[in-house]
């Protein structure tokens, strides 16, 4: 089994950035697709960004697209999420999360991941 520990959260203000963290551990001999979730308080977990097991393709959610960048370091086992403007919207608990079956090539709905880290906590003040 692989565990997935994100990082990197925190408070910032508005017009901020912040680098997330997401590193597997345990049985990472296979790379996976691996996505980014955040969900606010009283909200559905939502995706935010994901990216192939091998890096060569990344999608994003369109309230990001142009804001956040989704990268993966394989040798690493570390998937990244550098978010930059960041707007008090972007508020929410951060997840990452991995497809370990047979999954679409870019996989957007909760329901295709199926190995999720605890999240990290991302604040942004006004």
């Known amino acids: 089994q692989v565990q997935l520990v994100e990082s990197g959260g925190g408070l910032v203000q508005a017009g901020g950035s912040l680098s997330l963290s997401c590193a597997a551990s345990g049985r990472t001999r296979t790379a996976y697709n691996t996505g980014w979730f955040r969900q606010a308080p009283g909200k559905e977990r939502e995706f935010v960004a994901t990216?192939?097991?091998?890096?060569?393709?990344?999608y994003y959610t369109d309230s990001v697209k142009g804001r956040f960048t989704i990268s993966r370091d394989n040798a690493k086992n570390t998937v990244y999420l550098q978010m930059n403007s960041l707007k008090p919207e972007d508020t929410g608990v951060y997840y990452c999360a991995q497809c370990t079956r047979i999954c679409r090539e870019i996989p957007t709905t909760r329901g295709e991941y199926d190995n999720w880290g605890q999240g990290t906590q991302v604040t942004v003040s006004s």
């Open positions: 990216i192939t097991w091998s890096g060569g393709s990344t």
